[in-house]
């Protein structure tokens, strides 16, 4: 049975995040208008804001009122903690950051499985502790395919005042759109336990992260500790 082809709204879709992954519009820049668009891909103007209202919904562009539609990036106040889900049971803010280390290594077989590179193929290990109230609440390691991160070290990250994602977006080009996440309860390990400054064997909610850039490639396995006595994992559901 002949394959059907995709509704012209989906053929514009994929057009659309071929543009962006070929680093056309860059993450914050604005997009041409639904007219131009409709120009360029020969299709209604209606067409085209449906392909650009499923974009919005996958969080790659925003649409702002008055203004346009817009590039997503993970510089904008309301996307830096887009995938970050640790939530506070009080008012107690933000994050404070602190690197614990940043290596060039050789991936072993299940980070390069995660990442779909080589084995042995060379990664950069990142570890950092982000802090709460004035204590370690999540400790992290993450590993990135060096190929998409070259230069990438603890003096660049320390000099970077935002976040992990926004430095990606703007120094390597690398925009992270979407996640896939693996949570499980775990007894803090001994060396856990010290840096996260808890007993030894005191419950954490571990999260194992591999976030995807553009066309669905795997560009960062990062794995999580969360001391959750007064903070919470929060998702939304539609």
Same mark, same amino acid.
């Given at each position: 049975?002949?394959?059907?082809?995709?509704?012209?709204?989906?053929?514009?879709?994929?057009?659309?995040?071929?543009?962006? #992954?070929? %680093? =056309?519009?860059?993450?914050?820049? @604005?997009?041409?208008?639904?007219?131009?668009?409709?120009?360029?891909?020969?299709?209604?103007?209606?067409?085209?804001?449906? !392909?650009?209202? =499923?974009?919005? !919904?996958?969080?790659?562009?925003?649409?702002?009122?008055?203004?346009?539609?817009?590039?997503?990036?993970?510089? @904008?106040?309301?996307?830096?903690?887009?995938?970050?889900?640790?939530?506070?049971?009080?008012?107690?803010?933000? /994050?404070?950051?602190?690197?614990? %280390?940043?290596?060039?290594?050789? @991936?072993?077989?299940?980070?390069?499985?995660?990442?779909?590179?080589?084995?042995?193929?060379?990664?950069?290990?990142?570890?950092?502790?982000?802090?709460?109230?004035?204590?370690?609440?999540?400790?992290?390691?993450?590993?990135?395919?060096?190929?998409?991160?070259?230069?990438?070290?603890?003096?660049?990250?320390?000099?970077?005042?935002? +976040?992990?994602?926004?430095? /990606?977006?703007?120094? /390597?080009?690398?925009?992270?759109?979407?996640?896939?996440?693996?949570?499980? @309860?775990?007894?803090? +390990?001994?060396?856990?336990? #010290?840096?996260?400054?808890?007993?030894?064997?005191?419950?954490?909610?571990?999260?194992?992260?591999?976030?995807?850039?553009?066309?669905?490639?795997?560009?960062?396995?990062?794995?999580?500790?969360?001391?959750?006595?007064?903070?919470?994992?929060?998702?939304?559901?539609?």
């Amino acid at each position: 049975m002949p394959k059907t082809a995709a509704p012209l709204y989906e053929q514009i879709r994929q057009l659309i995040v071929a543009a962006l #992954a070929a %680093g =056309e519009w860059r993450p914050g820049d @604005a997009l041409p208008s639904e007219a131009a668009l409709a120009q360029r891909f020969g299709a209604s103007p209606g067409t085209v804001r449906r !392909a650009l209202d =499923e974009l919005a !919904a996958e969080h790659l562009v925003e649409r702002r009122q008055g203004s346009g539609t817009f590039v997503s990036t993970h510089s @904008a106040p309301r996307q830096q903690f887009r995938f970050l889900r640790l939530v506070a049971d009080d008012d107690a803010g933000g /994050f404070t950051r602190e690197l614990l %280390g940043c290596r060039r290594l050789r @991936a072993i077989a299940a980070v390069a499985r995660a990442l779909d590179i080589r084995t042995s193929e060379p990664v950069i290990e990142v570890r950092r502790m982000l802090h709460r109230r004035g204590r370690p609440v999540v400790l992290e390691e993450m590993w990135l395919p060096e190929r998409h991160f070259e230069g990438l070290s603890a003096d660049v990250i320390t000099a970077h005042a935002g +976040t992990l994602y926004a430095l /990606f977006e703007a120094r /390597f080009g690398v925009h992270m759109v979407r996640a896939e996440e693996k949570l499980r @309860a775990v007894a803090a +390990t001994a060396e856990a336990a #010290a840096l996260l400054q808890v007993a030894p064997g005191e419950p954490l909610l571990s999260v194992e992260r591999l976030a995807f850039t553009y066309g669905d490639r795997p560009v960062e396995l990062r794995r999580g500790l969360y001391y959750t006595s007064s903070d919470h994992y929060r998702n939304e559901l539609n």
